[in-house]
C-alpha cells in the first residue's frame, strides 16, 4: 500500500452491558508502565511517513535573489540534473561516476538568506514536488524511532518522486561521537549512520541547508555534489530585495525609495529586511489619515531597534566594532579571521571578524 495509502481504522465496539449481580465491580486496571507508555508514544510506519507530505514549491528558482557566483553555482547544478541523461548515458560519463544519479545539494549561509527558498526554486525548476523535513520532525526521545524517521523521509520522497529537502542539517549529520558512554551517543552516531546509507542508496536529488556548515561529518561532506554558500546580500541584492518588499499598495512617503532602504539595511538578510518593512508599517498604520503611510522615520526607528535587540543577544559586534573591522586592511582583515595577529601570530583578542562586520 505504500506510505501514503489509506489507513484503515477498526472501531471498538460499545461496551457491553453487565450482568445484574451482586458481586463487586471488578477493581481498575492497574496504571500503564512506563514501558506500556512509550510504546503507545511510539509513532507507527503510517503515522512516520504521514509527516513527511510532498507539495508544491512556493518559489521559483528566478525568486531567490542571490550574488551572481551563487547563482551561477546552483544553475550549474541544476543543469547537471536536467541533463543527466545526455551526459551519463550519450556521454559516458557512467562508466567512470557509476553513483553519478545520485545528486545531495548543500546549501549553507547565515540564518534568513534565502536557503529555504533555494531549495524550492530548485524542486520548481525540475518540475518535482518537495518534501521538507526539520530536525525537529526527525528527532525522538525514544532509542531506535530517529533511524526509523529517516527512512521513512527517504521513502517518502522516492515515492513522490520528490526533491528532498532537510533544514538545519547539521544537526543530523554533525561529527559522529568518538567517545560513546551512553545509549543516547550510540544512538546518535547510529542515526547518522543511517542517513549516510539512505543517502547511497537515494537516486533522486536531495538538498540541505545549515546555518553551521563546519558541523559536518567528513563522510558526508565527501557525498556532496556541491557546496553553495548563500550569502548576506549585496548592496544590488538588498536594492532588488527592497523594490521586492515596497509593494505599489503600501503607501510611503515620496523618499522612501529601494535605493534608500538597501544602504539602511546593509548586513542584514533578506528575512530580516522582510521584518524590517513589516515592522515599520505596522508604526505606521497606527497613525490617523494622512499620516498613515511608510515614511522613513518608521524604517529607520525599525532599523535602530532591530539592530539594539540584536547586540543584546549576541548577533551583532556594534557599530563601534564594525566601523574598527571596516577600517581594517585586507591583510589585517585576513589575519582577524584566522584568530591571529599580523605581527606576531598570536591569537586576537576575540576572534576573528569578518571584513563585513559578522563574527565568523
Known amino acids: 500500500m505504500g506510505f501514503f495509502g489509506d489507513r484503515i481504522v477498526s472501531k471498538a465496539g460499545g461496551e457491553a452491558s453487565r450482568p445484574a449481580s451482586s458481586a463487586p465491580a471488578p477493581p481498575p486496571a492497574p496504571p500503564s508502565t512506563r514501558a506500556d507508555a512509550a510504546t503507545s508514544d511510539k509513532g507507527s510506519d503510517a503515522d512516520r511517513a504521514a509527516s513527511f507530505v510532498a507539495s508544491t514549491p512556493r518559489f521559483k528558482l528566478e525568486d531567490v535573489i542571490l550574488p551572481d557566483g551563487a547563482q551561477a553555482q546552483v544553475e550549474a547544478l541544476v543543469g547537471k540534473i536536467e541533463h543527466h541523461h545526455t551526459l551519463y548515458e550519450r556521454w559516458g560519463l557512467a562508466a567512470i561516476d557509476p553513483g553519478g544519479r545520485r545528486v545531495a545539494i548543500n546549501l549553507f549561509g547565515p540564518p534568513g538568506s534565502g536557503k529555504t527558498m533555494c531549495a524550492e526554486g530548485i524542486a520548481s525548476r525540475l518540475g518535482r514536488p518537495i518534501v521538507t523535513v526539520s530536525y525537529a520532525e526527525l528527532e525522538s526521545k525514544y532509542v531506535g524511532e530517529t533511524p526509523k524517521n529517516i527512512v521513512a523521509a527517504f521513502a517518502a520522497a522516492r515515492q513522490a518522486e520528490a526533491v528532498l529537502f532537510f533544514d538545519e542539517a547539521d544537526s543530523i549529520l554533525g561529527r559522529r561521537l568518538t567517545s560513546v558512554t551512553q545509549s543516547a551517543d550510540h544512538g546518535v552516531n547510529v542515526s547518522r549512520s543511517v542517513m549516510l546509507l539512505q543517502l547511497d542508496r537515494f537516486e533522486g536529488v536531495v538538498v540541505f541547508a545549515t546555518n553551521l556548515a563546519k558541523n559536518y561529518d567528513g563522510a558526508f561532506v565527501r557525498r556532496i555534489l556541491g557546496h553553495v554558500e548563500i550569502p548576506l546580500p549585496d548592496l544590488r541584492g538588498r536594492q532588488r530585495l527592497a523594490e521586492r ?83 581594517m586592511t585586507p591583510d589585517e582583515a585576513a589575519a582577524a579571521r584566522e584568530g591571529r595577529s599580523l605581527h606576531d601570530g598570536q591569537a586576537v583578542g576575540d576572534g576573528g571578524m569578518e571584513p563585513d562586520g559578522g563574527a565568523e
Open 245 to 327: 518588499y515596497l509593494v505599489p499598495s503600501l503607501p510611503r512617503a515620496d523618499d522612501v525609495t529601494a535605493a534608500w532602504l538597501a544602504e539602511l539595511a546593509e548586513g542584514l538578510s533578506g528575512g530580516e529586511m522582510l521584518q524590517l518593512v513589516i515592522g515599520a508599517a505596522t508604526r505606521a498604520v497606527r497613525r490617523p489619515g494622512e499620516a498613515q503611510r511608510l515614511s522613513r522615520d518608521d524604517l529607520a526607528a525599525e532599523e535602530q531597534s532591530f539592530r539594539a535587540a540584536r547586540i543584546a543577544v549576541g548577533l551583532d559586534p556594534g557599530t563601534t566594532v564594525r566601523e574598527e573591522v571596516r577600517a
